[in-house]
């Protein structure tokens, strides 16, 4: 493969990428539309780090592997952006300042203004709370029911961020938020027309959504909080004080959502592929079990216990290695730059497929086999630089990450202390639906077996 480790800004004389893999007319749309991060790390293995892909009338130039991985942290901020993606979903929610379609100086405000509600520190001080309340959500998860594994996760999910961060979870408007958020994704990403925006289903859907936003702002001003001793609204509603020109009233709106929005299909996700793999694996399920039963039975989950539960820990890391949730992030080149020889001009449209890295067989040991081990000593597969990215890259890494790999080891420790599980058709092969996050389809379906809590 190219030797990639070397780029340099501006123009120069370098060549276009190679071109991917494809057929006349339809170039490579039907391997993106059945398995996009398959056929993109078939494509890294024979072409490298950069190549352009066509498919119908789309051109993209994609950046994979552990070296793209190592430019995009150091040098992809000042090269690529994300707001000509984003200016559908932000004008969509007529939000000025949505996170992912801003840079430069307005971002990196806007970020400082989100860390703390979105923080690792800000999950693990509600550690004990969370369990209570997980163990709470699963009490009619009874033996002998079987459930198809990601919508379930996904409204388990949207309840425990709802009451961890809003005092209460979607209930009756879960719905919404799923056709909501799919449909305004799919579109913005090319995945579905525009005109789908404009359909009936997605447009009340949409308007439940941001009714629901409005009430809660209405009723936090209502009962005013500190930011202290309030939630993540009442956070905004001080917040916005200081801040009046980055949060008006449209980012207040997006900012009482966004937690229900940033999670219940990527953490969901996570959780959802996490439960097929060690039911795919009773041995590590058992190692994992013993683990957890023996720090349940010393008293409640705390940070200080958490943080001594390696088994979990490389569980939850070999999860989202394995089956990344973002394992493609779109941007548009902004300044020129040439990376593995390769130019990259102004407006080019990129695909950073940071996922890719995950399979790179000369990091990691047989890359498809779930093996939590290579995220222990001595292994530790995936600190090699570039190696592991799940989260995006540089400054618009995803904000929410910590607190999102505490919800999914906290829910996945609950989940396989509390109830014994086996999948529903034991035969079952995992296959995966990109809607377009990547998920388990819907023939995967576990059985609750027993009680064991």
């Not at 209502?222 to 956070?235: M, V």
């Not at 097929?276 to 023996?294: C, F, G, N, S, V």
Request: hydrophobic share 45%; glycine share 6%; proline share 9%.
């Amino acid at each position: 493969m190219t030797n990639a480790m070397t780029w340099q800004s501006g123009l120069s004389q370098a060549p276009a990428p190679p071109l991917a893999d494809g057929i006349p007319l339809l170039g490579s749309a039907l391997p993106l539309m059945n398995d996009p991060l398959t056929f993109l790390e078939q494509q890294y293995l024979k072409h490298g780090p950069v190549f352009t892909v066509k498919a119908l009338n789309r051109r993209f130039t994609v950046l994979a592997g552990p070296e793209a991985n190592q430019f995009l942290t150091a040098a992809g901020d000042a090269h690529l952006s994300g707001r000509y993606t984003w200016a559908t979903f932000a004008d969509e929610i007529e939000s000025e300042y949505f996170l992912a379609a801003i840079d430069g100086e307005p971002h990196s405000r806007m970020r400082k203004i989100l860390k703390k509600p979105y923080s690792r520190t800000a999950i693990m001080e509600q550690l004990p709370t969370a369990v209570t309340l997980t163990r709470t959500l699963l009490a009619d998860w009874q033996p002998g029911a079987t459930f198809v594994v990601f919508p379930t996760i996904q409204r388990l999910i949207g309840e425990q961020i709802g009451r961890l961060l809003l005092g209460s979870g979607p209930g009756d408007y879960f719905p919404d938020f799923v056709l909501f958020m799919r449909t305004l994704l799919n579109a913005v990403l090319g995945q579905w027309p525009k005109i789908s925006l404009r359909l009936p289903p997605y447009r009340r859907a949409k308007a439940r959504v941001m009714q629901l936003a409005a009430d809660m702002l209405a009723s936090h001003r209502a009962q005013p909080k500190s930011a202290d001793d309030g939630d993540l609204i009442d956070y905004l509603l001080a917040a916005s004080a200081d801040n009046p020109d980055m949060l008006s009233e449209p980012e207040l709106l997006i900012g009482a959502l966004g937690p229900y929005l940033a999670g219940i299909d990527t953490a969901a996700g996570t959780t959802s592929f996490l439960i097929y793999a060690l039911l795919k694996q009773p041995e590590t399920l058992a190692r994992l079990q013993t683990e957890i039963d023996a720090v349940f039975a010393a008293g409640p989950l705390t940070a200080d216990r958490l943080r001594k539960m390696p088994i979990l820990h490389a569980t939850a890391q070999e999860t989202l290695r394995l089956y990344p949730v973002a394992p493609m992030v779109p941007r548009t080149v902004i300044e020129p730059f040439t990376f593995a020889g390769c130019q990259l001009h102004a407006m080019e449209p990129v695909m950073a497929a940071t996922g890719v890295a995950h399979f790179d067989p000369r990091i990691y040991r047989d890359p498809h086999r779930f093996d939590i081990d290579r995220c222990l000593p001595p292994r530790q597969e995936t600190r090699q630089p570039g190696a592991f990215a799940p989260y995006g890259f540089g400054a618009h890494t995803c904000a929410g990450a910590g607190f999102a790999e505490v919800l999914i080891m906290l829910t996945a420790a609950t989940l396989f202390h509390e109830l014994e599980f086996a999948l529903a058709d034991p035969a079952y092969q995992l296959r995966r639906t990109y809607s377009p996050s990547p998920a388990p389809d819907k023939h995967c379906r576990v059985r609750v077996v027993r009680r064991r809590g």
